[in-house]
């Protein structure tokens, strides 16, 4: 259940961070632009531990077996 959340976390942090973004730079605000870019890469680093985590998971669990 957590791995989801996670996934949908980081794909709402990446689709809010591309739509402030665009935002920004359609009306000039930096500031806007450059809070949807750091919120848009918050997504990506969401994005990859998680996968990192997936595949500890899995050699820790292939271990075991």
Same mark, same amino acid.
């Given at each position: 259940?957590?791995?989801?959340?996670?996934?949908?976390?980081?794909?709402?942090?990446?689709?809010? =961070?591309?739509? %402030? /973004?665009?935002? #920004?730079?359609?009306?000039?605000?930096?500031?806007?632009?450059? +809070?949807?870019? !750091?919120?848009?890469?918050k =997504?990506?680093? %969401? /994005?990859?531990? #998680?996968?990192?985590?997936?595949?500890?998971?899995?050699?820790? +669990?292939?271990s !075991?077996?």
């Amino acid at each position: 259940m957590t791995n989801i959340k996670n996934k949908f976390d980081s794909a709402k942090d990446k689709f809010v =961070g591309k739509a %402030k /973004e665009t935002i #920004g730079k359609a009306t000039g605000n930096e500031e806007t632009e450059l +809070n949807g870019k !750091i919120q848009s890469q918050k =997504g990506d680093i %969401k /994005e990859k531990l #998680g996968n990192i985590k997936e595949k500890i998971a899995k050699k820790i +669990n292939d271990s !075991i077996e």
